[in-house]
């Protein structure tokens, strides 16, 4: 599936993003593992967070779907689930992998993770090594990579991780495993990253402490079902705050769009470009803070990002790149080498696309230098990674000729009705 894109008019109206990934995939899991039946509302029915229910449910979980994006969830308790049949397939998505492994590593059966081409290709041993030391067994693949062959029937043992990549996904795997584990689970991050985990076992009536980079939990404790509602996704949102940024002449009101402070560094460094970016109606969303944004077009000038604010936009560089390339003078990104290991090597993957969209990048191991210039047509290639696909046909609302954008069809892993919803707020994207 490809997309055409050219450039569209000015961007307006009032858009309601879907839910987070992030948080719809923890629901899942931790409402399933809780005694009792929780209620879901906001789920992201995107296809990432709609395999890890289905894993669940082939674990034996019962997921109602009373309407989109409500699930109601029937928990099986903490040492409910039944091994499944045959693989589990995790899609594209890294976050169910990850924090699936964790989990899986203390049950008493076998099983085995997989994914599709893209997810296949990312690092698990960051995720291994450390469930390792808890005593958990898991092959993966050489080079440490799924698909994951989990040996059950393992008691672990509570332990102190200091990591060294600033990652939620492993920090979550350790907590999920350390709900299972003799004694203390601890782990301390080189950089904060974002908390959903610990904030959702909190209110799954887990008892652990957590503060910007550090968690610490008790295993052998039980879950209580609780209803949780997932705010509006901030890195879906990130495509159109850009977009009104860059086309002139927009005002688009984006609707109470989930602003937990570890997720928001891309807000922080587009004002820091001149942005016109305002938080209206601000309150709370199942625990989060969340606001309508309003966002104008506004002249944006290129900056050095600082790399303190990586892990807070690690997710929003595709779109970050988009509004560097059209700036005033250059953008400089560093420090952000785990842009790498994503859905596909967001830095290479961007470069190869701004450059075929006029647009001079000058890569580095761990991040670019991005030279902004007219955006022109041209034919850029997704690689199969949704972000990529939504920044350039947000870039193509400015270009010159009409881009023509590859390999599209994970758009649905994280934002299904992307273009849709774009057309309406005045994208001209078919
Ligand atoms: C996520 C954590 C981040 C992020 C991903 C979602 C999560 O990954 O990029 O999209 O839900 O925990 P890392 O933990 O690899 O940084």
Known sequence: MD????????????????????????AIMLAALADGVSTIDGFLEGEDTR???????????RIDTPSPSRRIVHGVGIDGLHAPVAPLDCGNAGTGMRL?????????????????????KRPMRRVTDPLAAMGAWIDASDGGLPPLHIH?????????????????????????????????????????????????????????EFSPGYARL?????????????????????FFLVAASIVPGSDLCLRAVGLNPRRTGLLH???????????????????EPVADLRVRHAQLRGIEVSEALVPDMIDEFPALFVAAACAEGPTVVRGAAELRVKESDRIAVMAEGLRATGIQVDETPDGATIHPAPLRGGIVHSHADHRIAMA??????????????????????????FDALAREAGFNLT
Not at 100 to 120: I, W
Not at 176 to 202: F, I, K, S, W
Not at 272 to 285: K, L, P, Q
Request: charged share 20%; hydrophobic share 45%.
């Open 3 to 26: 997309w055409r894109a050219g450039a569209g008019s000015a961007l307006h109206g009032s858009v309601s993003i879907p839910g987070d990934k992030s948080v719809s995939h923890r």
């Open 51 to 61: 395999a890890t229910a289905a894993i669940f449910s082939n674990m034996g979980v």
């Open 100 to 120: 699936l492994a964790g989990l899986l590593a203390a049950q008493r059966f076998d099983s085995t993770l997989t994914g599709d081409d893209s997810l296949r």
């Open 152 to 208: 059950g029937g393992r008691q672990l043992h509570g332990a102190r991780h200091a990591l060294d990549v600033a990652s939620a996904q492993v920090k979550s795997a350790l907590l999920l495993a350390g709900l299972y584990a003799q004694g203390d689970t601890e782990v301390v991050e080189p950089h904060p990253t974002r908390d959903y985990t610990e904030r959702m076992l909190a209110a799954f009536d887990v008892d652990l």
């Open 218 to 238: 008790r295993g052998g404790q039980r879950l209580r079902a609780t209803d949780v509602v997932v705010p509006a996704d901030f890195s879906s949102a990130a």
């Open 269 to 287: 460094v587009l004002r820091h470009m001149g942005a016109d970016i305002e938080e209206v109606n601000a309150s709370h969303c199942g625990g």
């Open 392 to 417: 350039f046909a947000v870039a193509a609302q400015v270009a010159t000729g009409e881009i023509h954008i590859c390999d599209v069809a994970n758009v649905a892993t994280s934002f299904p009705g």
